[in-house]
């Protein structure tokens, strides 16, 4: 079964940095992996998506790497600005079960102003 | 992105009782899927829905305790019966969009 693992489980940062959130997998045989932002008591909005083939999504401020093989994904914020602070979950869609994702325990971001 | 509408968007329910959740889709899906939220973990998957058959749970839920509804391609339902304290958490529905998963803004269930 894959396990996700993110690191840290909380961050707290002054406002204009720039960071990074881990996540890392056991089983690299994986469909896909999604990065989503939850607000507290919220549901989750899709921030990236990234295919097994790809090796990194830009949207804006925010950068997702894949290294598959050694079964991690990093989120990079540029910038970070107090409306970014959140729970930030990865997800993994496993190649050979359908469509079920394995979820991360989150990191929980806090930027100060 | 797809625009999923879930409600209500939080409850609080006396133990024993039973509580419906809403999901509606902007579009149609072949299937949703409903996941729970315990205080301060992550998501845990209950089941996945596909329209005209019955729902697939995953290990550790049931049809009697979480039964679900899938009338058409747009639209699920989740009971949560015969609630107890246990049972308080986040429940989210979900659907996708291409490879995309979208998510619903939850249903925060607190049972007193």
């Known amino acids: 079964k894959q396990e996700v693992t993110q690191i840290p489980a909380a961050l707290s940062v002054p406002e204009g940095e720039n960071l990074v959130l881990n996540c890392s997998f056991t089983d690299s045989a994986i469909y896909n992996l999604q990065w989503f932002r939850q607000d507290p008591g919220k549901g989750l909005t899709s921030l990236l998506l990234?295919?097994?083939?790809?090796r990194e999504q830009t949207s804006g401020r925010l950068n997702a790497s894949l290294d598959k093989s050694s079964g991690r994904s990093t989120l990079y914020i540029a910038a970070s600005q107090p409306g970014d602070s959140a729970t930030y979950l990865c997800a993994v869609r496993p190649s050979n079960t359908g469509n079920q994702f394995y979820f991360g325990t989150g990191t929980s971001l806090t930027v100060i102003p | 992105s797809a625009v999923i509408s879930q409600k209500p968007s939080r409850d609080i329910c006396q133990r024993g009782t039973s509580l419906t959740i809403q999901c509606q889709v902007d579009?149609?899906?072949?299937?949703m899927f409903w996941y729970r939220q315990q205080p301060g973990q992550s998501l845990t998957l209950i089941a996945t829905?596909?329209?005209?058959?019955?729902?697939?749970?995953e290990s550790g839920f049931v049809i009697d305790k979480f039964p679900i509804s899938r009338p058409n391609l747009t639209f699920s339902t989740l009971t949560v019966s015969n609630m107890s304290p246990e049972d308080s958490s986040i429940y989210l529905c979900?659907?996708?969009?291409?490879?995309?998963?979208?998510f619903g803004q939850g249903t925060r269930l607190t049972v007193v």
């Open positions: 579009s149609q899906v072949t299937m």
């Open positions: 979900s659907a996708d969009r291409g490879n995309e998963a979208f």
């Open positions: 829905a596909n329209q005209g058959s019955e729902a697939t749970y």
């Open positions: 990234i295919q097994s083939s790809q």
